[in-house]
């Protein structure tokens, strides 16, 4: 490639992961909130050298494999927490916010932000902050912060008056967001014995955690907003699949926030348009983040992705953005319908996807979004969709890259119960008692 061709790399795709630490950072780095401003300044000073490093890389071809390999790292240590350890420790790690009460207490709190970046691989944590590091302040400082990004009229602010998550708050948000409509709607069927899709907050407990509310032993301020201030009243079900939609919508609305570039003068003037919207290149990291594709592959359609849009920079609009996430929470009608094609032995063209979204899943994508998805996922010998790479993506976002690890404990408990019932019965039947 030529110089300018790194450049342009290096800003809309290398740069992509750093520019979401800046933005992740946008609450301890304003001067009108009460955060350690040494802090503050220590962290853009390191973000600016890092930026300064990868575009050096970018102007000669042969950056700092020291940095380019640590950021790698980091990130993979990330992805790699996020799916395989324990929620308490995910929950430490990405939040950012530690709160002295009243009473002296220290308290751990994450912000609406934090709890989009603890689910979505590759966003890395901001610099400085980890595994049990914080922002330290007190409780008035924290009712006096504005998360960027994040609009008042979110769910967040409707939970609390600051938007802050506490732990019980992130368990019971997470399993609102991984499990789907279908699940809850089955899980209302079968739990209400009346007919009437009411559930209290026992079997809303069941239903998200297997146990019963006592056991669990969980107070979040979702469950005073849903059963009420005393926890006495019934959820409906359509109540229910507003709140989880309201949820959706703002954890994409987040996420459109922090992938947006920020506006830039060039040589013509800057439009608002550039400034609303999120670059091609932006758009098929995150698809590609979800992707379990081999690295080289990745760079592959990276690079593709450039030299198809790199003289045509659209851009991807918030309602393109919103309608696609919406588009994949179908994914088993998908999954069906584009398995007819692929039995039938015709390959998945893009007037065939046009078609699946606006017939057959009822959710219209634009012409400019299947595009974008076929230069990420095509099938380069055929030139249909490699709906295989397509679909694991989609599961992968969906799930959040949550997976459920294995108890052994628990796996020899049922087993031990299930032994337990079959001679219980078997000595029943002989007659013993």
Known sequence: MDESTWQQLASDCLDWPRSLTEASCDAGNRQDEPLPRRRGKRANMRLQNLKSLLLLRAESGHGSSHSRFRSLTIREYENQLRSYSTHKKIFCYFATIKVRSDAGKWIVYMTPKDFVRSMSPSWMQPEG?????FFKMHKDSMQKLVIRGVSRDSIFYKLRPDGMLTYSDFLYLLQLVVLSERYFEMGFQLLDS???QMLDKNDMSFLLFGASDGRMKIKTSAKRYLFGPDLDQKLSLDSLLRFKRQLFHDIIQIEFNTLKRKPRKTQDEMTDQSASRISEMRFANLLLAYARIPGHRKKEILQRTYARYKDNRRGVTLEEFMSFFKFI???????????????????????????????????????HIIDIIFTVFVDEQTGFLNCTDFIDMARQRISRCTRKSFKLARAFKHIYSCAEKTLFRYFQSQGYR
């Open 129 to 133: 902050l980890g595994l049990n590091n």
């Open 329 to 367: 929470q179908h994914l088993p009608v998908i999954q069906t319908a584009l398995s007819y094609h692929i039995l039938a032995g015709a390959g998945v063209s893009r007037r065939t996807f046009k078609h699946v979204s606006d017939v057959v899943v009822g959710v219209p994508l634009s012409a």
């Open 194 to 196: 009346e007919g009437k």
